[in-house]
């Protein structure tokens, strides 16, 4: 398995530019996170999704919007990208367990380095 | 608003010495705990987690204590390598389905030989 999967690792837009962010995962995970890390920070919710066609706003979602239209895919996009928005992008998968009495680990991908100039 | 912080967020040790890193908690109602390591240019890592219903969980090198009295957690790492220097962060949550973590500002591990 790949497990978390996201594209591109690198990325610089000038101000006022659009981009997408693709995040997959092969782990059959109902659960996934968009979150944004700025130096010196933890990691900073943006929007989540708790399943196929849901989406939900985290944190700091302003700027931001995303799509869930496959279990596998969370696609996160700026429609006009500000120098506030450069940053690590992460996301994550998580499963759903409280049945088994289990948590909420989640798994992470390997990071989006965006600047926005 | 609720959040999870870091009391230092440096710690330097020694090859072999045992380190113990500390995170306390301001919402009262989390009942999940979980601690992740980060490597430069890597996305987070699971270590170890533990529930509210807990007060220790060992995993190996790794001890989680949890003081809900005082909302404190702590992370102890046995004989501490130098592959274990990176970034450490506790995070919470409610543990309700799909909830997400809330994460603290992270403890920078560095383990010299």
């Known amino acids: 398995n790949a497990g978390v999967t996201q594209t591109p690792k690198f990325r610089v837009l000038k101000t006022g530019q659009s981009m997408t962010l693709l995040c997959a995962q092969d782990m059959n995970h109902e659960y996934m996170y968009w979150y944004r890390q700025d130096p010196g920070m933890g990691l900073r919710l943006i929007h989540y999704?708790?399943?196929?066609?849901?989406?939900a706003k985290g944190e700091v979602p302003d700027g931001y919007n995303v799509s869930r239209l496959k279990k596998q895919n969370f696609l996160l996009g700026l429609e006009s990208a500000a120098p506030s928005q450069t940053s690590v992008y992460f996301c994550?998968?998580?499963?759903?367990?409280?049945?088994?009495?289990?948590?909420?680990?989640?798994?992470f991908g390997p990071g989006t380095r965006l600047t926005v100039l | 608003g609720e959040s999870v912080g870091l009391h230092l967020p440096t710690l330097s040790v020694q090859e072999g010495d045992n380190s113990i890193i500390n995170c306390a908690y301001s919402?009262?109602?989390?009942?999940?705990f979980i601690w992740y390591k980060q490597e430069s240019g890597k996305g987070p890592q699971f270590i170890i987690d533990i529930r509210s219903n807990m007060d220790k969980r060992q995993g190996q090198r790794v001890t989680v204590l949890l003081n809900k009295t005082v909302k404190h957690l702590s992370l102890q790492i046995a004989a501490t390598q130098p592959g274990d220097s990176a970034v450490y962060f506790c995070a919470e949550t409610p543990n309700q389905a799909g909830t997400a973590l809330i994460f603290g500002k992270g403890t920078t591990l560095s383990v010299s030989s």
């Open positions: 994550a998968s998580s499963y759903y367990a409280m049945s088994s009495g289990g948590g909420n680990e989640q798994f």
């Open positions: 919402n009262s109602a989390s009942d999940y």
């Open positions: 999704s708790v399943g196929e066609g849901t989406t």
